[in-house]
């Protein structure tokens, strides 16, 4: 089963970027579908991006539709999150996840292995 740690995480100011990676060990990421979800503090998880295997179909909620971008370096054997024209309402703690089911990406029910989450904090 491959195991997911997130990084990037960190503070920045509204319109700011940030960065985050989803690496996989044990398994090649291209063969897994990978999902991004976040929780902010008093609200459930909820599905931010996503990307299928093989030729790496993207779907993305419509809050971050044309500021993020989930793509995969299969070299790297990771997974990014590229987070552009930030708001304090995208601050949250950040999870990825990897499942082998390309259908239904934004349910966190498809997905067999989670990472420990890394926090993303916008301020105005």
């Known amino acids: 089963q491959v195991q997911v740690v997130e990084f990037g995480g960190g503070s920045v100011q509204a319109g700011g970027s940030l960065r985050l990676s989803c690496a996989a060990s044990g398994r090649t990421i291209t063969n897994y579908a990978v999902g991004w979800f976040r929780q902010a503090p008093g609200k459930e998880r909820e599905f931010v991006a996503a990307?299928?295997?093989?030729?790496?179909?993207?779907v993305y909620t419509n809050s971050v539709k044309g500021r993020f971008t989930i793509s995969k370096d299969h070299a790297l054997n990771t997974v990014y999150l590229q987070m552009n024209s930030l708001r304090p309402e995208d601050t949250a703690v950040y999870f990825c996840a990897a499942g082998t089911v390309d259908s239904g990406l934004e349910f966190p029910s498809i997905y067999d292995s989670w990472g420990q989450g890394t926090q993303v904090t916008v301020s105005s």
């Open positions: 990307i299928s295997r093989g030729f790496g179909r993207t």
